[in-house]
């Protein structure tokens, strides 16, 4: 997990990088987390809640940690339960 801050921070930002930032900030997203999700077939997803001044504290981190966990899950058995009912 990395705020965006840290990109920002730790790394020099390409033109294509500004202009993402940019975007977003023409939309109030200010900064905030990406959480990477590991799946069982080797690939990412990517959670990444943000907002005008989002609260980042570790607490906050940790719990969006947990929140992601779960909704990923529940969004997973989502899809699989239409996926089912789409092939009846």
Not at 42 to 47: E, I, K, Y
């Given at each position: 997990?990395?705020?965006?801050?840290?990109?920002r921070?730790?790394?020099p930002?390409?033109k294509?990088?500004?202009?993402?930032?940019?975007?977003?900030r023409?939309?109030?997203?200010?900064?905030?987390?990406?959480?990477?999700?590991?799946?069982a077939s080797?690939?990412?997803?990517?959670?990444s809640?943000?907002?005008?001044?989002?609260?980042l504290?570790?607490?906050?981190r940790?719990?969006?940690?947990?929140?992601?966990?779960?909704?990923?899950?529940?969004?997973?058995?989502?899809?699989i339960?239409?996926?089912r009912?789409?092939?009846?």
């Open positions: 997990m990395f705020s965006w801050d840290d990109v921070a730790n790394r930002l390409t294509r990088d500004r202009w993402i930032i940019e975007e977003g023409e939309f109030g997203l200010t900064d905030g987390l990406t959480i990477p999700i590991p799946t080797g690939t990412l997803d990517v959670f809640p943000c907002g005008l001044d989002p609260n504290s570790k607490r906050a940790q719990a969006l940690d947990i929140i992601c966990t779960f909704a990923h899950k529940a969004l997973q058995l989502a899809v339960g239409k996926t009912q789409g092939s009846r």
